[in-house]
């Protein structure tokens, strides 16, 4: 059975416990409008906004990354083809428009990887824009180039910031049920994070444990916080680190159960917007009264089949608008949608 049909089938039985209350907490929803379609077959991964608004894009159906405008009814340009990968997974942005990215080889057919085969590279996308327009300064620099290997690792999946002060990233292995915390400036990476929470466990809706993680930290909170999405466990657990080295700093907080998440981002006030794979929505989460509304989408939409991933959007006139990547839930192709979460009362 193909995994994406086979994981939306479990989370429905999951989810059907608690469908009246999740009816009870429906917000007014925000509207879900195409900013590209991708060819049948495509399934979508991840994305971050560049600082100029544009879209940066993954799909594991090709070792590709792709450029979107952040309109309705845009177009993708190939920015990078990664040789010798099958899949782009996770990206973030550490300095001001240096993107790193996750590649490996795994299969979403079979929902396999290959351990030893995952890598991350930096995309410079300064340099990027001097390759497209054939101007290199006198520089010999590609824009895109490996930052580490990982040869003991089974799969890397979600990629977030843990100190942009240290150049420090955290990758989240679902299948080895832990997160990495790599240095981009020594390629050194160890496993820094790996709890009951972490690994896949019951209700094993998939085989994929830890997925999305983020640190939240703004300036009016003293602890920093990573949050993390477990997809086999169906749950979002929040834990106080060191920024010093990812480590934990406190015990783990289940913010959110009973939904098959993937990756989130946070808005403004700090609640967390999350794709939810498992039931084709996107979920507003407080994490302090751990209180959650469905934002768009719904168990049986195709407006939002499979959504993978959620940024907002870095211009004035999309700050209030969440993009989301959509990785089709084997029904539809990959997609690149957004919501106007400024409609919403
Ligand atoms: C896209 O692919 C799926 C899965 O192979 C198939 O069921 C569907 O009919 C295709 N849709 C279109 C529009 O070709
Ligand atoms: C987007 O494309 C669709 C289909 O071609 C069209 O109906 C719609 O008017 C377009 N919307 C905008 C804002 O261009
Ligand atoms: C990834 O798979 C491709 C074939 O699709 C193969 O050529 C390549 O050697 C593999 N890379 C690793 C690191 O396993
Ligand atoms: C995480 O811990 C589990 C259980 O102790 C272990 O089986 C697994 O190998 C560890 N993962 C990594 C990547 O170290
Ligand atoms: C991580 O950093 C904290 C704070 O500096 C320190 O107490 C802890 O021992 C460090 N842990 C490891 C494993 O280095
Ligand atoms: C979704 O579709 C299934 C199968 O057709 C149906 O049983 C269920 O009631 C639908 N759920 C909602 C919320 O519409």
Known sequence: ???????????????????????????????????????????????????????????????????????????????????????????????????????????????????????????????????????????????????????????????????????????????????????????????????SYTIPGEPFTTPLGVNGVHVWQPSWEDTPYVFYSNTAQSILVRMPIHLSNGTAAGDPEIVLSGFELDDFTFDYEGNVLQAVIGSNEVLRINPHTKQYAVIAGSVNSTALAGPSSVQLGRLASDKDVAFVTLNGGGKVPGAVKMLDLGSLV
């Open 1 to 195: 059975m193909h995994w994406t049909l086979f994981t939306v089938f479990l989370a429905s039985i999951v989810r059907s416990t608690l469908s009246m209350s999740v009816l009870e907490r429906r917000a007014s929803e925000a509207t879900v409008q195409t900013v590209y379609t991708f060819p049948n077959g495509t399934v979508m991964e991840n994305l971050a906004i560049r600082s100029n608004g544009q879209i940066l894009a993954s799909i594991i159906t090709a070792p590709q990354l792709y450029l979107l405008d952040p309109h309705v009814n845009s177009s993708a340009v190939l920015v990078h083809s990664f040789d010798g990968y099958e899949c782009v997974f996770g990206i973030a942005e550490l300095e001001e428009d240096q993107f790193y990215v996750l590649t490996g080889n795994a299969s979403a057919e079979t929902l396999t990887t290959v351990t030893g085969s995952w890598s991350t590279w930096k995309v410079d996308m300064t340099l990027y824009a001097d390759s497209v327009s054939g101007n290199v300064k006198g520089s010999s620099r590609t824009f895109v180039e490996k930052v580490a290997d990982f040869p003991d690792t089974q799969f890397l999946n979600g990629l977030g910031v843990l100190s942009k002060e240290n150049g420090l990233l955290y990758a989240a292995d679902p299948f080895g049920g832990a997160i990495n915390v790599l240095n981009v400036y020594t390629g050194l990476h160890y496993v820094a994070i790996n709890n």
